[in-house]
């Protein structure tokens, strides 16, 4: 069974950078498509990055140079970075794995984590 | 891709059918999933490739659509079924959702 697990802290002072970990059982994430969603209180779904089975990586613009997603495949660990956070970026933070994926087209999302929330706040 | 759905609630009773639709601003083809969220939890995904049940989703779930426009379509809603659901594009990064509907109680 494929479990994901989200750690990092709570809350991120304004302007500084939200770390975030996700830890995975049950699959190798390096045959895999892995991602990141948040969802801000009250709010829908955005997807901020994926990592494809190779380790390349895709953001959303909207969120520009901000994101960095990387992974350790021996501690089947994923990572977000996101950096000059302010009150905009309050979310939940899910670690997500697509169903399946091909030449970075993909057919939902079928296992997720608990999610973390993350305030921004000084 | 802008993804849209209609309506943005809808009140119903425990057996009535309830349907949902997504409209996408370009053709998708079949790229789409559907999922259930409940207050505080992770959203659980119920049909990918547009139309195709996940497992252990019940039957009562269906979908139909390819191109721009699909639909959820709950035959006869359980109490278990009250919830937001949301649909998702995979075709075009960054794979954008659609702003929900809510399901409650009439």
């Known amino acids: 069974q494929v479990q994901l697990q989200e750690s990092g802290p709570g809350l991120v002072k304004p302007s500084e950078t939200l770390s975030l970990t996700c830890t995975v059982s049950g699959a190798s994430i390096s045959d895999y498509y892995w991602s990141w969603i948040r969802q801000p209180p009250g709010e829908g779904l955005e997807s901020i990055a994926y990592?494809?089975?190779?380790?390349?990586?895709y953001y959303n613009p909207t969120l520009g140079s901000r994101v960095t997603m990387s992974r350790d495949t021996p501690k089947k660990q994923l990572f977000l970075e996101l950096n000059s956070v302010t009150a905009a970026d309050t979310a939940v933070y899910y670690c997500?794995?697509?169903?399946?994926?091909?030449?970075?087209?993909?057919?939902?999302?079928?296992?997720w984590g608990q999610g973390i929330l993350v305030t921004v706040s000084a | 891709i802008h993804m849209t759905q209609s309506p943005s609630s809808v009140s119903a009773s425990v057996g009535d059918r309830v349907t949902i639709t997504c409209r996408a601003s370009q053709n998708i083809r079949s790229w789409l999933a559907w999922y259930q969220q409940k207050p505080g939890k992770a959203p659980q995904l119920l049909i990918y490739?547009?139309?195709s049940l996940q497992s252990g989703v019940p039957p009562r779930f269906s979908a139909t659509g390819s191109g721009t426009d699909f639909t959820l379509t709950i035959s006869s809603l359980q109490p278990e079924d009250f919830a937001t659901y949301y649909c998702?594009?995979?075709?075009?990064?960054?794979?954008?959702f659609g702003p929900g509907t809510k399901v409650d109680v009439k």
């Open positions: 990592i494809d089975n190779s380790g390349n990586t």
């Open positions: 997500a794995r697509p169903k399946y994926c091909t030449a970075l087209t993909c057919w939902g999302l079928d296992y």
């Open positions: 490739g547009a139309s």
């Open positions: 998702h594009q995979g075709h075009t990064f960054p794979f954008t």
